[in-house]
């Protein structure tokens, strides 16, 4: 399964909301789609699992929907610390491959 | 606070090799699938390897098989990657990953990461 996101970069301003797409080639049964954050120098962070719950600890500005091909992050009210690249991995059929990512960075 | 620490990264010559030790606290090490993925220069991130708790099963994708092995020390908490037959292509930060209760597909805790440079 190879996954597409969109778009490549995303320029948004602070308290703005963003939204991030994640096409897979294939469809992902039983909404197994993870979404990460990664910041340079940093661990990546787990934000969303199962296509829609979140992980431990973030934050409800993050959410996650979708199904079947087309996934989508959003995050609401953006802060400073939200500029990051962020990662859709699928988790149906092994190979278990990570998109590109999509960069948020300050508009 | 889950904690995971990469060491053992660094230069090697193609066809070299290195091993890369995880150490692990904050959790309950022997009761979690443990794995790692890496990261290119430029590129996107990849699955290396996984293990699961007793040692009896590993998967390992196609582009390091037979070249890498993981392995794990529940006595010690520790994850090692044993890496052979270095290729340029491996070059990538490597990072330490805990896999959820499900199993290992995604990663719940990453590490910071390692850097493994093949160069002549």
């Known amino acids: 399964i190879v996954l597409t996101q969109s778009p490549g970069t995303l320029s948004v301003s602070p308290g703005e909301r963003a939204t991030l797409s994640c096409r897979a080639s294939q469809v992902i049964s039983g909404s197994s789609l993870a979404w990460y954050q990664h910041k340079p120098g940093q661990a990546p962070r787990l934000l969303i699992y199962g296509a829609s719950s979140r992980a431990t600890g973030i934050s409800d500005r993050f959410s996650g929907s979708g199904s079947g091909t087309d996934f989508t992050l959003t995050i609401n009210r953006l802060e400073p610390e939200d500029f990051a690249v962020y990662y859709c991995q699928q988790y149906a059929k092994s190979p278990f491959a990570f998109g590109p990512g999509t960069k948020v960075d300050i508009k | 606070e889950v904690q995971l620490v990469e060491s053992g990264g660094g230069l090697v010559q193609p066809g070299g090799s290195l091993s890369l030790s995880c150490s692990a606290s904050g959790f309950t090490f022997r009761i979690y699938d443990m794995g790692w993925v890496r990261q290119a220069p430029g590129r996107g991130l990849e699955w290396v390897s996984a293990i699961n708790t007793g040692s009896t099963y590993t998967r390992n994708e196609d582009y390091v098989k037979g070249r890498f092995t993981l392995s794990r020390d529940n006595s010690k908490n520790t994850l090692f990657l044993q890496m052979n037959s270095l290729r340029p292509e491996d070059t990538a930060v490597y990072y330490c990953?805990?896999?959820?209760?499900?199993?290992?597909?995604?990663?719940?805790?990453w590490g910071q990461g390692t850097l493994v440079s093949v160069s002549s």
């Open positions: 990953a805990k896999c959820p209760s499900s199993g290992c597909h995604y990663v719940d805790y």
